[in-house]
Antibody
Framework: EMQLLESGGGLVQPGGSLRLSCAAS????????MNWVRQAPGKGLEWVSA????????YYVDSVKGRFTISRDNSKSMLYLEMSGLRVEDTAVFYC???????????????WGQGTMVTVSS | DIRMTQSPSTLSASVGDRVTITCRAS??????LAWYQQKPGKAPKLLIY???TLESGVPSRFSGSGSGTEFTLTISSLQPDDFATYYC????????FGQGTKVEVK
């Protein structure tokens, strides 16, 4: 069974840092583009970042550029999101999501994790 | 940046109703458009990709159409399990989502 499991969320003060992880299983991780999507409480979905299959190509929404870094370890089937300079407006559930087709940079997301909550507050 | 606008924001309907949700893009996205269903406290679920292709396991009462800048999601006969929030997403350039349409009980 294909599965994504996020971890690493929590409460952090404004300006702080946090590292999210996403463990993948049940599919050939290294052959799929992976993404992070977030959802602020009571709000809609916002795509945050994507990473190509090798990890050499990365993409970010403008609001997190320079603060967030996406990475992956294909040997461990793991996806990461390193977040620094966190702001109150970054408070959200963060989901990792798998690209549907494979190596397409931009893709629909056919598998989602259960999400991990990040709360930025003093 | 491509902006996605869904209408309506909320839709009140009854079981058995035909339901249509519209999604408009600020510029053409060809057919790179997906639809998701999300229930409270749960992750989104992919329903349709490439504007009209039904994801495996999704009931055939769901259908999608459109191309360019205007798209629709149709539920032919609303079932109790379909009360949820629906999002469109363009993936022609990055992955912008619409603001969502909540389908609620009339």
């Amino acid at each position: 069974e294909m599965q994504l499991l996020e971890s690493g969320g929590g409460l952090v003060q404004p300006g702080g840092s946090l590292r999210l992880s996403c463990a993948a299983s049940g599919f050939t991780f290294k052959t799929y583009t992976m993404n992070w999507v977030r959802q602020a409480p009571g709000k809609g979905l916002e795509w945050v970042s994507a990473i190509g299959t090798s990890g050499s190509t990365t993409y970010y929404v403008d609001s997190v550029k320079g603060r967030f870094t996406i990475s992956r370890d294909n040997s461990k089937s793991m996806l990461y999101l390193e977040m620094s300079g966190l702001r109150v407006e970054d408070t959200a559930v963060f989901y990792c999501a798998k690209g549907a087709v494979g190596s397409y940079v931009y893709d629909a997301f056919d598998l989602w994790g259960q999400g991990t909550m990040v709360t930025v507050s003093s | 940046d491509i902006r996605m606008t869904q209408s309506p924001s909320t839709l009140s309907a009854s079981v058995g109703d035909r339901v249509t949700i519209t999604c408009r893009a600020s510029q053409t996205v060809s057919r790179w458009l997906a639809w998701y269903q999300q229930k409270p406290g749960k992750a989104p679920k992919l329903l349709i990709y490439k504007a009209s292709t039904l994801e495996s396991g999704v009931p055939s009462r769901f259908s999608g159409s459109g191309s360019g800048t205007e798209f629709t999601l149709t539920i032919s006969s609303l079932q109790p399990d379909d009360f949820a929030t629906y999002y469109c997403q363009q993936y022609n350039s990055y992955g912008t989502f619409g603001q969502g349409t909540k389908v609620e009980v009339k």
